[in-house]
């Protein structure tokens, strides 16, 4: 028997394809396929191997004699001999007049376009339903028009570097059409590449041979400016990385293709084009030579993961959505599409819902349950999974969290690796794990690195529930604010813990939350986090189970009372709260939670919405109100009429009035005390939109007697209140206090910005620019304006903006400075009160007296 040659083998699968007329094949074509085989050969080839031998199936070992023999028959021949011997008879009679830039130009377009093909059937999304990327065609422009030889995609695994380069191919080959150009793409998978190490040929020979050239003669023609037509050559291989190859495979496959490379890279006709792992890029920069003038690497677009491939930006989502489903109409917000900016999360939840695909139900929980699945498939359900288990838990426990090193040096933990190996090489494989060389020739220094963020977070937090018995609660709260203090992890890996007891029954310790050590910027993501969860979990409960019992009580205080702050409030904040009216609240619970809900509504300027709740709220008695100092519903129905009629309701500057001339006693319940704290901002915000400073500074005087907080953190409410006292020294025109306490939150700002969330940060920018306009600096009142767009954006807090520019347009030094600011602010403000159905004159009465 003639022995097994893969290109030849190639070859005979390119002509099955050609007597069944099929130029393209499909996995669901083989079955067809099949059943040809078997009418014209009378043996059977089943539709299994020949998924096998087409790509769409895993194969670990050559077709066998029989099959190849009855394919062979199946193209005219007696069998694998008597092709190979036939086709070796034929390339000997050639010549070199046949060996042009055309017959070169159809054998590359069939090993191209089965490639295409292969890799189009692997694609997550259906191809035709994939994306071209915008970033490709420059990254190519670019290349092309230097004196370059060879370029490389770079980017972590699951980046999109193969749908989009096949995209780029598939244009490529239509303009050869389209144009009469006479470029030749010759397209590789690096899995086609296997065969010919094992064989123990060299690759440019192999890549000659299977392109039907001698290495002796033929190479002349290929070479031969006179044969050759205008046009490039371009050898491209997806997917070289490391992991797919045995021993030292790899690195003798990167030293033949730096042959090719050092060879025709002086022939203008020839480009090289590589995709790679950021990590094997990394590893093999040494022997690929980047720094070489013919190699053209790009824009690395993120430093930190070594990539010079994007992540999908909105617009890209935007059209990947449509093209999926062209019925979904509704915008994709920007917090939801960044966390479908990885193409492999996109991917993810594509398989999940591609019966009926849309974004719209995606919330903040949706990435979490996506990277669940993808570990429950990968790694707790596949070989080796308690060996991957284990492995992670090892890597885990040689961090060191409170330093930030997250990066495992190998040397290090080499043991574990020898003693789990196959579990290693698989989390490397799957983009899990990834392994970074940067020696010098000063220090050995190979460390792993998790293939991402998210995945890091996950380890750590099974990590963290493996050492308290898998139990989410107040030990495992207290040992994340010990191990992550101001640690940017911390948040993530508590959701993930959430996520762990929500799915294992551990709901009742939720109030274990209260004790997190959180700052506003992160409560704030949590709270819109919970809501999410609450929701989803309602809407999936059924009538019986732990589900269904733990919305039909009542939420305990510790994590109710987690709900509220005045800082916390964006667009979420809202569906956050309405998850907590999914339990069977008390009716102060129910009050505080519908009046919050309706300062929302002030704050958004959204008079229907506050009238919808002002209802609801008047359905409690007159006894329900006696537990709360200030009567809430009072102070809502204070803002409504004076937003809706222009009118001041006197009843609520007696109760005012008679809380700072007689203050009830202060609270010692801390869960009270913190259910209060938005119904005193909310008093003092009634104060402030009536313009009564005078009434503030004695009702402010009086709160901090029974309800003062120490503390020099930026606390929603001390921060709150300090702008609250700020705005009535601006309405009196006292420059001198203002100036404290601006420079006060100033130097707060300076130093922990990170902290502040939208509310916070709207609030610090309009004090900036009252401080602007009490000390003449109109200048800066613009740039001031900008950020404090910006952060209303976030907020949705359209209130304090419109609060603002009033009393800029109605400053008759500000309107003299600058003029085409000016009207660009009256008709911002003329078009926001129109909208929300406010009257301008209600911003207009500057009576400042008791």
Not at 44 to 66: M, N
Not at 201 to 226: C, Q
Not at 489 to 497: E, T
Not at 702 to 715: I, R
């Amino acid at each position: 028997m003639t022995a097994f040659s893969s290109q030849l083998f190639e070859l005979l699968k390119s002509y099955v394809l050609e007597i069944s007329n099929l130029t393209r094949i499909q996995a669901s074509d083989c079955k067809i396929l099949s059943a040809r085989i078997s009418d014209k050969t009378s043996h059977t080839v089943s539709e299994t191997t020949l998924k096998r031998i087409y790509g769409f199936a895993l194969s670990k070992f050559k077709p066998s004699l029989f099959t190849i023999d009855v394919l062979s028959n199946y193209c005219g021949y007696n069998g694998w001999d008597d092709f190979c011997k036939k086709q070796d008879k034929q390339h000997t009679n050639s010549n070199h007049k046949n060996a042009d830039w055309d017959s070169l130009s159809q054998k590359a377009a069939k090993i191209t376009n089965f490639t295409l093909q292969a890799l189009k059937n692997k694609s997550g999304i259906p191809f035709n339903q994939s994306i071209k990327r915008s970033f490709l065609e420059k990254h190519f422009d670019e290349f092309l028009k230097g004196d370059y030889a060879a370029t490389v995609l770079i980017a972590p695994p699951s980046y999109g570097k193969t749908i989009a380069l096949c995209h780029w191919v598939d244009e490529r080959l239509a303009l050869n059409i389209t144009s009469g150009s006479n470029d030749i793409i010759l397209f590789f998978s690096s899995n086609a590449l296997m065969n010919v190490l094992i064989s123990g040929k060299d690759f440019n020979d192999w890549l000659l041979a299977l392109l039907g050239y001698t290495l002796e003669e033929d190479i002349i023609s290929l070479l031969d400016d006179t044969k050759r037509k205008e046009g490039n050559f371009y050898l491209i291989i997806d997917g070289l990385d490391e992991h797919m190859f045995k021993n030292n495979w790899f690195q003798l496959l990167l030293d033949q293709l730096m042959d090719i490379f050092s060879f025709y890279q002086s022939q203008k006709w020839f480009r090289m084009v590589l995709t790679m792992r950021s990590a094997n890029w990394i590893n093999n920069r040494h022997v690929l030579d980047p720094d070489h003038p013919k190699w053209f690497i790009g824009t690395i677009t993120d430093q930190q993961v070594n990539s010079n491939v994007p992540l999908f930006n909105l617009q890209e989502i935007k059209d990947l959505c449509l093209n999926i489903n062209p019925e979904m109409q509704i915008p994709i917000p920007a917090d939801v599409a960044a966390s479908f900016n990885l193409p492999l999360y996109f991917q993810f939840y594509y398989k999940q819902h591609k019966d009926n695909f849309s974004l719209n139900n995606v919330d903040h929980t949706s990435i979490y349950d996506l990277i669940s699945n993808f570990i429950l498939n990968k790694i707790y359900m596949g070989h080796h999974a308690t060996d991957k288990t284990l492995l992670l838990k090892g890597l885990i426990e040689n961090m060191d969290f409170k330093k930030r090193e997250y990066d495992i040096d190998k040397l290090k933990v080499n043991d574990l690796f020898s003693q789990y190996n196959q579990a290693y090489k698989e989390l490397l494989s799957i983009g899990f794990l990834k392994e970074i060389n940067t020696s010098s020739d000063a220090q050995f220094n190979t460390y792993v690195q998790f293939g991402n963020n998210n995945f890091l977070e996950l380890a750590i937090a099974h990590k963290l529930l493996y050492d308290n018995d898998n139990i989410f609660d107040e030990n495992l709260v207290k040992a994340i604010n010990l191990l992550f203090l101001n640690n940017e992890l911390k948040v993530p890996i508590i959701k993930w813990c959430i996520m762990h007891a929500m799915k294992n029954g551990q709901q009742e310790n939720f109030s274990s939350l209260s004790k997190t050590d959180l700052n506003p910027r992160e409560k704030s993501e949590m709270i819109v986090f919970l809501g999410d969860l609450f929701h989803k979990a309602h809407l999936g409960q059924s009538n019986t189970g732990t589900m269904a019992n733990y919305f039909k009580q009542d939420c305990s205080d510790g994590l109710f009372y987690y709900f509220f702050g005045l800082e916390l409030i964006t667009p979420d904040y809202k569906k956050s709260l309405q998850s907590l009216l999914k339990f069977e609240l008390s009716n102060y619970k129910k009050i505080l939670t519908y009046s919050t809900l309706a300062i929302i509504s002030v704050l958004q300027l959204d008079l229907p919405s506050l009238e919808a709740y002002l209802i609801k709220l008047s359905v409690f008695s007159h006894e329900d109100y006696q537990e709360f100092t200030i009567s809430p519903l009072e102070c809502l129905n204070t803002i409504y009429y004076f937003f809706k009629y222009g009118i001041i309701k006197k009843d609520f500057f007696v109760t005012i009035t008679r809380f700072y001339f007689n203050p009830p006693k202060q609270t010692g319940n801390l869960h009270y005390s913190q259910g209060n704290d938005l119904i005193y901002l909310l008093a003092g915000f009634v104060l402030l939109i009536c313009q009564k400073p005078l009434k503030m500074f004695r009702y402010i005087n009086a709160l901090k007697k029974v309800h003062f907080k120490d503390t020099t953190e930026p606390t929603g409410y001390n921060f709150f209140l300090k702008m609250l006292l700020a705005d009535s020294h601006f309405l009196l025109g006292r420059v001198k206090e203002l100036k404290t306490i601006h420079d006060q939150a100033s130097e707060l700002f300076k130093t922990k910005e990170s902290l502040f969330t939208p509310a916070m940060k709207q609030a610090f920018y309009s004090l900036k620019i009252k401080k602007a306009v009490l000390n003449g600096e109109y200048n800066a009142i613009p740039g001031y304006y900008k950020y404090l767009n910006q952060a209303t954006e976030k907020s949705g807090n359209k209130f304090s903006k419109v609060f603002t520019i009033n009393f800029l347009i109605n400053n008759p030094a500000v309107v003299s400075q600058d003029e085409a600011f000016y009207k660009q602010l009256a008709y911002n403000n003329a078009r926001a009160l129109r909208e929300c159905g406010l009257s301008p004159e209600i911003f207009s009465n500057q009576d400042f007296s008791n």
